[in-house]
């Protein structure tokens, strides 16, 4: 079964600051791991998508991850945080059963001036 | 062009009632996707319909729990006998087809609250 574990449930950072939201899978099979962020009384949105393509993986506003199989991590991170990017972000991992996604817990963002 | 819809917004209910919870999908999606996030299990997959048959329904959580799908397109989630725990937002998804090696991205919805009282 695959399934991912994000470290963290809070993580605050400064204005400008380097973003790193960690995430770690266990999967039997190569994985498709997915980082989706969730703004206040919104759906989710995906940022980006690693599919066993290029290890790494750029996506929206910035947000970059980096599929390591020797550490079976995939980071997120930005360069510098912007008070926009204060959100909910989950980190998610393609079951075989129907393609599915299976979530982690989420970590809150907190950006502060 | 449009989203995957999803009504209502808001459900409030009192115990022991029936619900449903609908979800229009993108136009063209063969794939569909139901889960429930709550503050205590954080985000769970429910049930996964390709066209109009489920061939996961490992997620429902109990047998109060049922959803069909018609014409391939809008998709209801029905909760029997509600209970105080059933409380979530219940998310919906589509894309354009599942159950492959080629994953195709997942289009959420903005979800239904739904307070069990």
């Known amino acids: 079964a695959q399934s991912v574990t994000q470290l963290g449930s809070h993580v605050s950072v400064s204005e400008g600051a380097l973003v790193l939201l960690r995430c770690n899978y266990s999967s039997s099979v190569p994985p498709y791991l997915f980082w989706y962020v969730q703004y206040p009384n919104q759906g989710l949105q995906l940022l980006l998508k690693?599919?066993?393509?290029?290890?790494l993986v750029k996506g929206i506003n910035g947000f970059e991850a980096e599929f390591k199989k020797s550490e079976t991590s995939f980071h997120l991170t930005k360069p510098s945080a912007h008070m926009s990017d204060a959100a909910e972000y989950f980190c998610?991992?393609?079951?075989?059963?129907?393609?599915?996604?299976?979530f982690g817990k989420g970590t809150s963002l907190l950006v502060t001036p | 062009g449009a989203g995957v819809s999803q009504s209502p917004s808001n459900k409030v209910t009192e115990k022991g009632k029936d619900v449903e919870l609908r979800c229009d999908p993108i136009s063209g999606h063969t794939a569909l996707y139901w889960y429930r996030q709550s503050l205590g299990q954080g985000l769970e997959f429910l049930i996964y319909f390709q066209g109009n048959s489920a061939p996961d329904k490992s997620g429902l959580p109990s047998d109060r729990f049922s959803a069909e799908r018609t014409g391939g397109s809008v998709s209801t989630l029905t909760i029997q006998r509600t209970q105080q725990e059933d409380s979530a937002v219940y998310l919906c998804?589509?894309?354009?087809?599942?159950?492959?090696?080629?994953?195709?991205?997942?289009?959420f919805g903005p979800g239904t609250r739904l307070t069990v009282l």
């Open positions: 998610a991992v393609s079951v075989n059963s129907g393609y599915a996604l299976n």
């Open positions: 998804a589509s894309s354009v087809r599942g159950g492959t090696r080629f994953y195709n991205e997942q289009f």
């Open positions: 690693y599919t066993s393509a290029a290890t």
